[in-house]
Structure formats: structure tokens, C-alpha cells
């Protein structure tokens, strides 16, 4: 069955380390997605993605980075962690604008410490 | 800019009550709106959707009622179960495509 993984699903670092999040679908799904869930904020956008080659920017994009080197993956970059990024991530995919429902991975709980 | 408010949470209820969660939405143009819902431990899953207004989305016993008079979109169902204790999330998707999520809501069904 076509699915959506996230790896790892909890990680502990520390500030100022590099840390990326791997996101792989197997859905050939041309939309990818990365969401931040915190309490009381719902989940807010930090990077998408619709196609390989091509990245945006998101609500909460600061101190994040993604690339799409092909479709099936989007890995999210913390560039220098931040206690602040503390939180769980979800990516998500989407075949195209027009098909709306967005299928979920099922999320890495990040701690920096 | 877009976006969604949604009821304050936590929600208990008995097995077999009436279940309903507020949700409200700002946006330009006509947003398509969706429930999502999510299970302990779990990602996201759509639920239930509606494309344009007074469309009716339903899945599982679950109802909403896309009103743009309104501009609401309110969770609904007849007779909870204790297997519908989950986090739920309304959302639209609004300008450029892009998903806005709600704050969430968390129910608690009890025997």
C-alpha cells in the first residue's frame, strides 16, 4: 500500500545542532508539505513543496530549509536548533491543488535541549 | 488573511451523547473546508470535506454544513462512541492553495 513515512519518529539534540527530518511518500503525490503542532498554535506551514525542484516558504519558515531533489521525498533542515523548535512535525502530501485532501505521516517529536 | 477558529477544548461526554464542535473561518473568495481528525499517537486523517457553500460533508456519523451566511462549519454527531476520542481540527484551504488549521479540539468519550 502507498504511504507516507517520517523518520526519525522522536529525536533529542541540542541547541545549535544541524538536525533533518526525513519525509518519503510513496503516493507519487506532486505536493509535499512540512506542519509544525504546538498547543494552542494548531498546525502552522513552515515549508511546501509542488514539485521537484520547487520550495516555499511557509508561515513559521525561519531557521528551517527544505530541498526536493525528487518526488518522493522532502527532508526539513534545522539549521542550528533552537529550544523554540521544540515541537512535533508532520509532513504531508497532496497530489495536486485541485485534490485538496492532504494525507498525513504520522509526525517526529522533536526536543532541544 | 485567512483563517480558522475553532472551539475551546477539552469536550467530555458521555457514550451516546450529542456532539457538536464550533468552527468559524475568515478567508477571501470561497474556501474549500475540511474536519480532520487525529487518533492518539498518529498523524492527521481527512474526516469529512465540503467544496462550496451548503454542501454537507459526512463520514462516520459525522456531519458539517458549509455555511457561508455564516461563515461557519460546525462538527456534528447524533450518539458519540468511546472510539471517537480523538484530537479534531477544522481547516480551509484558501489562498494559494494553502492549508490553515484550527487550534484543535479534544474529546473525551467516557462509558
Given at each position: 500500500d502507498a504511504e507516507i513515512t517520517q523518520s526519525p519518529r522522536h529525536k533529542i539534540t541540542e541547541t545549535g545542532r544541524q538536525v533533518t527530518l526525513a519525509c518519503h511518500q510513496t503516493?507519487?503525490?506532486?505536493n509535499m508539505f512540512w506542519y509544525r503542532q504546538d498547543l494552542g498554535h494548531g498546525l502552522r506551514l513552515i515549508h511546501y513543496s509542488y514539485g521537484v525542484q520547487d520550495t516555499n516558504k511557509g508561515e513559521?519558515?525561519?531557521?528551517y530549509s527544505v530541498s526536493r531533489s525528487n518526488t518522493e521525498d522532502l527532508p526539513l533542515t534545522l539549521e542550528s536548533a533552537a529550544s523554540s523548535q521544540t515541537s512535533v512535525y508532520f509532513c504531508a502530501s497532496s497530489l495536486?491543488?485541485?485534490?485538496?485532501t492532504q494525507y498525513f505521516g504520522p509526525g517526529t517529536r522533536l526536543l532541544v535541549l | 488573511g485567512d483563517s480558522v477558529t475553532q472551539m475551546e477544548g477539552p469536550v467530555t461526554l458521555s457514550e451516546e451523547a450529542f456532539l457538536t464542535i464550533n468552527c468559524t473561518y475568515t478567508a477571501t473568495g470561497y474556501p474549500s473546508l475540511f474536519w480532520y481528525v487525529q487518533y492518539p499517537g498518529e498523524g492527521l486523517q481527512l474526516l469529512l470535506k465540503a467544496t462550496k457553500a451548503d454542501d454537507k460533508g459526512s463520514n462516520k456519523g459525522f456531519e458539517a454544513t458549509y455555511r457561508k451566511e455564516t461563515t461557519s462549519f460546525h462538527l456534528e454527531k447524533g450518539s458519540v462512541q468511546v472510539s471517537d476520542s480523538a484530537v479534531y481540527f477544522c481547516a480551509l484551504r484558501g489562498t494559494g492553495n494553502q492549508f490553515y488549521f484550527g487550534t484543535g479540539t479534544s474529546l473525551t468519550v467516557i462509558p
Open positions: 503516493w507519487n503525490h506532486n513559521v519558515s525561519d531557521g495536486d491543488p485541485d485534490q485538496e | -
